[in-house]
């Protein structure tokens, strides 16, 4: 699962980069869009025929007998101290950690939804005249009103929708026209679904920067094109409109509850600044249609295999996780095949395990006569013969190596697919006997 939350983020960094990069130039709705589909693209599950799921995985090298390095001799310490399945016990102490934090981070959502429906459970229906003027104001609009209600414990107005979408307003006269309108807005925005998905994302990524910096975008944009939503309907009540959420942000920071939704208003002075100078100065433009198909475009481009690699590629990529082996470690895996062949001389698996270990300490000579036995006594023929391809490889025996890889492939080996990746076999593959005999076949 880790590698495909990683591998979410890759694909959607570049769209956020985008976003962040061309924001001048992008509506709030447009940059709005962008910012939703980084936060659909960081849980969109592999999709059927596009993640690449039935290539064939990568071979990976058979023995390798260069010097261990220094992960490698950092892990076979961490071996012995832990014992051989410290990495396995690891993964799970931080599958363990993941799921403990993500059921915090969900109590902690549920807990804020709860004291917001706890608000609108304890609010009382609307005065008739109240809601008969939300009623005329939504009329006048073109849009359908939700129900209203009245709580002295509300911070400012806002829109609730755990059922049916209810618009709870604070005691104290009525509100004016444009923040019904920027309600309003958010409503026929669908603002609350997008709220739920941000819970979803939040579930699996609430690690992850890109996403909170994903949320904080998607909800600045949010208010933005809803405050524009209100410009265009009330060109003449910029300043009023201004002057009424100046108001709310106030009467927010010294009520007793203040929801999420109000605390959008103001929770971030360079936000509400920027919402300010927007409502204040800024002229209404249209999105150029172009820039709509350059967004739908890029959105595209986050899905492989069009321009990026899939799933199991990216999985493929992946390092993989150290050896853990060093002079001591293939010391005590020699001294176990000697013991094993002691008590069994016709133990060819424990053959294997000391032309390995003997590879691994650089006896390779005797590594070598050790694979040759393997072959003549037909263990694993191939295998045997790409290890002793490897070992004169490793002392400088490009002809004999190549004759041995031409006997594993007889054999049966696919040893371009073995060989392309073997750092066993690095030189080789630039020496002409290895292009011509293997390399291009």
Known sequence: MFSWLVYNTLCALPLALVALLLRRWLSPGLEHALWL?????????????????????????????????????????LT????????????????VAFLLILVFVLWREVQRAWRVERCVRSSRGAPRELARYVAGVARALGVRAPRVRVSGLAGGPFLWSLRRPVLVLPDGGRPAPTVLAHEFAHLSRRDHWTAWLELVVAGFHFWNPLFWLARR??????????DRWVVERFPGERRAFAAALVDAAERASEAPFVPRAVQAIGADARDFEERLQEILHR????????LLAVGLGLSLLTLPPWALPSLAQFRRALPEIPRGIDGGVWAEELAEADA?????????????????????L??????????????????????????QACLHALEGRPERAVECLERAGFLGLDVQLYAEQDPDLAELREHPVFVERIGER
């Not at 012995?80 to 599958?95: E, K, N, T």
Request: hydrophobic share 45%; charged share 25%; proline share 7%.
């Open 340 to 360: 094993r062949l002691d008590a069994d001389p016709e133990a060819l698996a424990a053959l294997v395990q000391r032309g390995i270990a003997l590879a691994g």
């Open 80 to 95: 012995r101290a832990f014992g051989p399945q410290w990495s396995v016990h690891g993964a799970r102490i931080a599958l």
């Open 217 to 226: 975008r998607l909800r600045l944009c949010a208010e933005l094109s809803c």
């Open 37 to 77: 589909c980084v936060l659909v693209r960081l849980v969109l599950p592999p999709l059927p025929g596009l993640d690449g799921t039935s290539a064939a995985p990568a071979a990976s090298s058979l023995v390798v007998a260069t010097e261990p390095g220094v992960g490698d001799v950092v892990v076979a310490r």
């Open 362 to 387: 650089g006896r390779r000579d005797e590594a070598l006569r050790v694979f040759e036995e393997q072959e003549r006594l037909g263990f694993q023929p191939a295998k045997a013969a790409y290890n």
């Open 283 to 290: 002229e209404v433009r249209k999105t150029p249609r172009a």
